[in-house]
């Protein structure tokens, strides 16, 4: 049987029966699950809030800008970032141990001194005669 096939009457009949079982279904069914969807739904937060977390962040950052600045490490400001002030110090005070130990690594360490023997002298002092005396002396010692 096609849609055509079908009396005015049962047509008027299908398609009542069809808007019950839809509103009784949208009552029953869909109604309870989007009232538990929407509590789990998050809260829209108003203009004024979106502007308070705006200015929280930048305060954040401020004072994460100012913490680097005292410790001198602000030229490694774009490589620390941190979400709290916990954080944020923690993260400042490895860095900073970390360059005081390289601080000292590449700081200046003297070589051991070689003993200055008569020919070494000689040489220093630019002493010719000296230094050729001084081989000699190994030589006959």
Known sequence: MEISDFTQEQQDFINEMITTNKTKWKNEELMPLQSELAKYKPIQKTEQEEVLEKREQELKKKEFDLLIKEEGLSDFAAFLDANDEKAMKTKVQELKKVLESRKIDNSFKP???????????????????????????????
């Not at 000689?122 to 005396?133: F, P």
């Open 111 to 141: 070589e051991p001194h070689k003993r200055q023997d008569a020919y070494m002298q000689a040489e220093k002092d630019g002493n010719v005669t000296g230094m050729i005396s001084a081989k000699l002396s190994k030589i006959f010692a």
